[in-house]
């Protein structure tokens, strides 16, 4: 379970974040949805370290880290236990599909080449790319790059899965392969938490979704309940905008 | 004319220096080697802005990079045993190659650090990202995944760095060392020959850089293989030009220049 406590993050004189609390279970898979800049994508970095906190409390498991009092060894133990799949891939780009996968098995996780290797194997045949492993990702398509990224992230069986837009970069024929991928894996009983801006994914995947807006929790609660009864005003000039009813004259 | 132009000499003295290349290669290499670790260790303080070691490394880069190399093998060969006389250090019996290789092998670092510099930063931030995501250390980022990628960016620069550093050890020459300009300058002296002896120095520099040109260009396809846009492409290429295939076998987008593709 990952548990954050009074999250505060600033750059500079802006602050992003203003306190966040969110406690996510077991096996749960939360969607996070808010306009940009709500600060959805800082608060799923912090969770990873990737941006430091100001203040606040990040627990993933029985690892507890304190913003204020961090040191290079929490920060490296909070981010064994989880694992991130970027909007940009962000895939070693000079070593393989295969490689991509294998690199952190081998190098922090001290796996057997061997052993790396099956692994690796196994799981870009379940994300559907058994024929690209030897694949540089400049010879992969955008949708087969993320999912190599999502193979990368399953490969250290991490506590939590987090996901940063996984498809805003996708031409839109290629974000289904890629949302067919993490609902795959939804299923099995993975934590993960989404920032996403697919409304209809994060109906059908999530078990709960949260709302954010200027660096606030606005809502949070199952997807049937903030998609069809938002109790907030905010969260439903939110939908509003991003109903596909909505038409657009060009 | 007594000594008229006569092309049997440059054969004669082809072998004759060719006896000392090995001299103008050392200088080569030792320079190179040192480069590396100097510019390593150059270029590392400034990427990583440590606070005292950047103003030095700035120091540093700008001096060998802003006076003639010239004046560099003066400096250090008048100027350095001077300087550590004044600690007691005596390297007066220190052979003049060793000067040589130190001064070549500081200027090279200046430029190798800018080069290192310039490819570090080239490299896309958000592999860093993915490096501590999966759980490495700033170490095993930089050296997994930094120095990998920016290597295969700096290989062209470094390239030509080689082939520039070769003819400048010609400077050597001016100290005293018997490396190939030097050879061929007593040639000269000696036979009155001066016309051929350089025509023979000229075809043995575009020889070996023409060889060292070719060593470093398969490395660069070697590092660079991951930035090909397509396999059967890059296959191609790499038979073509290991096969030597004359050039109007090359199609266009074979022969072109590489881009490495970006996805947005």
């Not at chain 1, 970027?86 to 393989?96: D, E, M």
């Not at chain 1, 057997?112 to 870009?124: C, F």
């Not at chain 2, 990427?47 to 093998?73: A, M, N």
């Not at chain 2, 051929?196 to 490395?219: D, G, H, K, Q």
């Amino acid at each position: 379970m990952i548990r954050l406590s009074g999250i505060r993050k600033s750059f500079g004189r802006q602050e992003v974040l203003k306190g966040i609390d969110l406690h996510v279970g077991k096996g749960e898979v939360v969607a996070i949805l808010g306009p940009s800049g709500s600060g959805k994508t800082t608060l799923l970095r912090c969770i990873n370290y990737l941006e430091k906190p100001g203040e606040g409390e990040i627990r993933i498991g029985d690892q507890a880290l304190d913003a204020r009092r961090a040191g290079k060894k929490d920060v490296h133990a909070l981010r064994r236990r989880s694992a991130m799949v970027f909007q940009q891939y962000n895939l070693f780009s000079h070593k393989t599909a295969l490689e991509n996968v294998m690199e952190g098995l081998v190098v922090v996780k001290k796996m057997s080449k061997d052993e790396a290797r099956k692994r690796g194997i196994a799981l870009l045949e379940k994300v559907g790319l058994g024929a690209k492993l030897d694949a540089y990702p400049s010879r992969l398509s955008g949708g087969q790059q993320q999912r190599v990224g999502i193979a990368r992230a399953l490969a250290l069986e991490p506590e939590v899965i987090l996901f940063d837009e996984p498809t805003s970069a996708l031409d839109p024929e290629l974000v289904g392969e890629v949302l067919a991928v993490i609902r795959r894996i939804a299923k099995e009983g993975i934590t993960m938490i989404i920032v996403t801006h697919e409304m209809g994914f994060a109906q059908d995947v999530a078990n709960r979704v949260v709302f954010m807006d200027e660096g606030v929790i606005v809502e949070e609660g199952p997807p049937a309940q903030l998609f069809g009864n938002p109790k907030e005003e905010r969260t439903r000039q939110f939908l509003k905008r991003l109903t596909p009813e909505a038409s657009y004259t060009i | 004319m007594e000594y008229g132009f006569d092309i049997t000499y440059i054969f004669d003295f082809i072998p004759k220096l060719l006896q000392v290349l090995h001299l103008t290669l050392a200088i080569v290499a030792g320079a190179i080697g040192i480069g590396l670790i100097v510019g390593l260790l150059a270029a590392l303080p400034r990427l990583y802005k440590v606070p005292v070691l950047q103003r030095l490394s700035q120091v540093y880069t700008s001096f060998f990079r802003g006076t003639p190399i010239l004046i560099q093998l003066f400096l250090f060969y008048y100027g350095l045993p001077e300087l550590l006389k004044l600690v007691y250090i005596d390297v007066t019996k220190l052979p003049v190659l060793f000067f040589v290789i130190v001064t070549f092998g500081l200027n090279a670092g200046a430029t190798i650090s800018e080069i290192i510099r310039a490819a570090v930063t080239a490299v896309d931030r958000g592999q860093v990202e993915a490096a501590y995501s999966v759980g490495m250390s700033g170490y095993q980022a930089f050296a997994r995944i930094v120095l990998p990628q920016a290597i295969a960016i700096a290989v062209p620069v470094f390239a030509n760095l080689v082939i520039a550093m070769l003819k400048e050890t010609s400077l050597a020459f001016a100290l005293g060392v018997m490396e190939l300009t030097g050879k061929a300058q007593t040639l000269g002296t000696l036979t009155r020959h001066f016309m051929e002896t350089y025509i023979a120095l000229a075809i043995i520099y575009l020889a070996v850089s023409f060889t060292l040109e070719r060593i470093l260009l398969l490395f660069e396809r070697k590092l660079q293989r991951h930035m090909r846009r397509d396999a059967a492409d890059a296959e191609r290429r790499w038979r073509l030009w290991r096969g030597r295939k004359p050039m109007r076998e090359r199609s266009p987008e074979v022969s072109g220049k590489e881009v490495p593709r970006y996805e947005a």
